[in-house]
């Protein structure tokens, strides 16, 4: 692959081939072979993501090592391999469809760098910056003596060029990695995030004037141009960075504002984004033209465009999956290509690259802490921001690639680097977490642990002490939201809560949408957009600012008709943290209720008779969001399996009619599912029934005593999971007549109220409630403290476990159940702590019986 191709070869490759019918071999056509080539990248890149995923290492570190494997180290040691799907002549081409790509990395990482940022960090990020690079650099060229002494061949380039590529090289900090580590920590936009960008920044900058300096002064890889040829370069590249600051910017921040009020899919919209897009490969030219690298003049051009605006979201949601997705693993494959590990010989080349390596990571690591402490930082907060600044990645390929196509770096050379990249790069995300974990959930304090129930009233005289009294002010209620189907359903579960129609009864309603983190460019300007010191906050809206999306639309319009208020913010977090992000803004809010949407969306066929389609399962990664958000709020939380609540559109408080039934065993989450109750009947609007359900075999002869213990050989996954909390029978019993009691007194002719009595199949007769088709909604309490009848239902095979017993049966697809559901769990921290279980029944394990007696209905 590495092998040089001439022009009468290149002239003799055809593009396309007539079949293999035709007698034509694919593999000796240049755009079937780049098929072949780039499916081939992509599933092995793939393949090493998800087997990393684990050690929760960047997407690029997959992409180096497939290109390592597929090239001269690997699989490229079988000649016959390499010569049919790498052959030499296919290099240009791969290569020059990579570096497409790269052009419009480069610029994505331009418009990422906030330069205002990095302004305003003032003095303590640029002199972090300064020993970030200059300690490294300083080692670099150390570093470079020895190798010119002990790899052969490496004195064959000139000083110069050789130790300033080398000190680049171990000084450089790859900006998008650093971003998407401290984006997954919750650190990019605290102090320390917002210090470790800035001189990431500044030293992403000064690597790139560096990288021109040896650029320009490599001359061409010996081509005998002289020192006046470099002088000239780095003027016109000077005048080309002056001259993209000082016209060209203010002409992006008027095309920025056109298109912002062009609107998105306006066809204002598309000729701006085209403008932009033509303008980072004119840039690309230019700066190739001068005689420095192409990325440049797109990089360059990256930083003219204003990131704080509509338009840099949607120039980036343009480009970037076909730029990271396809064409970047295809550079990531050719620099691969070119790495021969087996061109390391000898122990002293192997001791070489454990020196280089070393010395990359003493150089940045300590540069960076002593200045950080001396700055006044902690110590902690030091070593991190050390080895965050130690990260590599592509940029650190960038270079290097250009080193050897300048004949700077030889073989050996390259693939010691290449090896420094990958191992600095692959121990910076495990360092950081092993020396600061984000553990801002566990470490809060909660002070204030709220729930919809009060304290029950002594005596039934007195109801103004219970909890109608207690919560009759102002409710808060935390809505999660994956994005705009879930917006009628929850609108109009709100609506139903908030009980009075009137606008004294207060209601304030803070919406969070929960988007992913991954490692997009856009990921990351929406994490700076939706946060502040690490938090997720609201954003208003500016005067005369359209909205974003339906989802605005639809809050804004229930704020103004429905007189609640409401507050909208995003959490862009990695999947496994994003409950922390929950739990704080509950926390910080004071909410008494969050209420979060089911994983799996059925099929809207309303809950009047309409039929339930086909499920959308949202994956099981949300189902474990939802599982941890029930165990770490602070505050009691509901979880609403929709089936086109309310009709499965928004509905005005005028319009509401539904009936809602609560379904009551007893229990702390059933008495919560009351006072929710006892909210919704105050709606003029809505029709309440409570069914209490009865044990027809209490008191009798044939009643049995359940017990549930611990068992530690179930899955959790696959178990219901019940409080591990030493339970007063008896007590639990009086506080859910008091409740009962207080209800009916304080709600009167407002709720219907029916006892059932219940001697077979429970499941059955809860089932029934929500295929009747009288009801639109079904409340129901998690248990997590069973009451008997439910304490039975423990060994029933669970489909969604998160939901209790009673709420699976509800939730379950097979049983024809038309009614959308609503979970409740009240906050009690005292039965934080789940685990599955066995049931006991007079001191005998029953598990095998009573899972055949509480099979499906």
């Not at 998105?264 to 033509?278: D, I, K, Q, R």
Request: charged content about 20%.
């Amino acid at each position: 692959m590495s092998a040089s191709v001439s022009a009468a070869e290149m002239a003799a490759v055809k593009t396309s081939s007539n079949g293999v019918w035709q007698g034509d071999d694919p593999l000796h056509f240049a755009f079937p072979l780049l098929i072949l080539q780039a499916l081939l990248i992509l599933v092995l890149s793939r393949l090493l993501a998800f087997l990393l995923r684990p050690l929760r290492q960047p997407k690029v570190i997959a992409e180096m090592v497939a290109g390592i494997l597929l090239g001269p180290s690997a699989l490229g040691r079988n000649g016959a391999y390499l010569h049919a799907l790498f052959p030499p002549w296919s290099a240009p081409v791969l290569e020059s469809v990579a570096s497409l790509g790269l052009l419009f990395f480069l610029f994505l990482v331009g418009l990422e760098l906030d330069l205002r940022s990095v302004r305003r960090s003032g003095k303590r990020a640029f002199a972090i910056a300064a020993a970030g690079i200059s300690l490294p650099f300083a080692c670099g060229v150390g570093v470079a003596f020895a190798l010119r002494q002990a790899i052969p061949g490496a004195d064959q380039a000139g000083y110069a060029p050789f130790l300033v590529f080398m000190g680049v090289s171990l000084s450089i900090t790859a900006f998008p990695v650093l971003a998407r580590i401290l984006a997954e920590l919750k650190l990019l936009t605290t102090p320390i995030g917002e210090t470790a960008l800035a001189a990431a920044a500044f030293n992403d900058v000064a690597a790139w004037v560096l990288l021109a300096l040896a650029v320009a002064i490599s001359g061409g890889g010996g081509s005998g141009h002289g020192p006046i040829t470099s002088l000239w370069v780095l003027l016109c590249s000077a005048a080309f960075v002056a001259a993209m600051m000082v016209a060209v910017k203010p002409a992006m921040t008027w095309v920025a504002r056109r298109a912002d009020a062009a609107g998105e899919g306006g066809g204002g919209e598309a000729l701006w984004v085209s403008a932009t897009l033509a303008g980072v490969l004119a840039s690309g030219f230019a700066t190739d033209l001068i005689g420095i690298h192409a990325i440049f003049g797109a990089f360059v051009f990256g930083l003219t465009v204003p990131n704080e605006g509509a338009f840099a979201g949607r120039v980036t949601a343009r480009i970037e999956d076909l730029v990271s997705e396809l064409l970047l693993p295809l550079y990531f494959a050719s620099s691969g290509l070119k790495t021969d590990v087996a061109t390391i010989r000898g122990g002293a080349a192997w001791g070489m690259l454990a020196l280089v390596i070393a010395t990359a990571c003493v150089g940045k690591i300590v540069g960076t802490f002593g200045v950080a402490l001396a700055c006044g930082m902690e110590a902690r907060e030091a070593i991190v921001l050390g080895v965050v600044m130690n990260t590599k990645g592509l940029v650190e390929l960038i270079v290097l690639n250009i080193g050897r196509e300048r004949k700077v770096l030889n073989e050996e050379t390259f693939a010691i680097l290449v090896l420094m990249a990958l191992v600095t790069t692959f121990i910076t995300t495990p360092t950081v977490m092993a020396i600061y974990k984000p553990a801002r959930a566990a470490g809060r304090r909660r002070l204030h642990h709220r729930k919809l129930q009060g304290p029950i009233a002594s005596a039934p005289s007195s109801p103004s002490a219970g909890a109608g009294a207690a919560t009759a002010n102002e409710l808060r209620v935390l809505a999660c939201i994956h994005g705009g189907q879930d917006v009628p359903a929850l609108i109009n579960l709100i609506e139903t809560i908030r009980g009075h129609t009137q606008p004294r009864r207060l209601v304030k309603l803070y919406i969070l949408r929960m988007m992913e983190l991954t490692e997009r460019t856009s990921s990351i300007l929406m994490v700076r957009a939706a946060r502040r010191n690490g938090l997720p906050f609201f954003r208003p809206r500016r005067a005369g600012e359209a909205p974003q999306d339906q989802v605005d639309v639809a809050f804004g319009t229930y704020a103004q008709l429905g007189h609640v208020s409401v507050r909208a913010m995003t959490a862009v977090s990695a999947l496994h943290t994003i409950h922390d992000d929950v739990a704080a803004v509950a926390e910080d809010k004071r909410v008494s209720l969050v209420v979060l949407p089911f994983r799996k969306r059925h099929g809207h066929g309303h809950g009047h008779g309409g039929g339930e389609g086909e499920g959308e399962e949202l994956g099981p990664e949300w189902r474990a969001v939802n599982r941890r958000v029930l165990r770490e709020a602070p505050c009691s939380v509901a979880v609403l399996v929709d089936r086109g609540f309310g009709g499965g559109e928004q509905v005005s408080s005028e319009e509401v009619a539904h009936g809602v039934c609560v379904v009551f065993f007893g229990g702390p989450d059933d008495r919560e599912a009351l006072e929710l109750a006892g909210r919704m009947a105050e709606h003029p609007g809505v029709q309440v029934t409570v069914v209490r359900f009865v044990d027809g075999k209490a008191g009798s002869e044939e009643q049995s005593e359940v017990t549930l213990r611990p068992a530690k050989t179930k899955n959790a996954d696959r178990s219901y999971t019940f409080s591990t909390a030493v339970v007063d029978t008896r007590k639990e019993k009086e506080l859910d007549e008091a409740a009962v009691a207080e209800f009916r007194q304080r709600m009167g002719t407002l709720v219907r109220f029916e006892e059932r009595v219940v001697v077979g199949n429970v499941i059955e007769e809860v089932v029934s409630i929500g295929k009747s088709g009288e009801y639109g909604l079904v409340v129901v309490g998690k248990g997590r403290l069973p009451s008997p009848m439910v304490a039975q239902l423990a060994v029933r095979p669970a489909e969604h476990p998160e939901l209790g017993p009673i709420g699976d049966a509800l939730a379950s697809s097979g049983h024809g159940v038309t009614a959308s559901v609503l979970v409740v769990q009240q906050h009690d921290m005292s039965n934080a702590d789940e685990v599955p279980v066995s049931v006991v029944v007079d001191g005998h394990a029953h598990d095998g019986e009573f899972a055949k007696d509480m099979a499906e209905p």
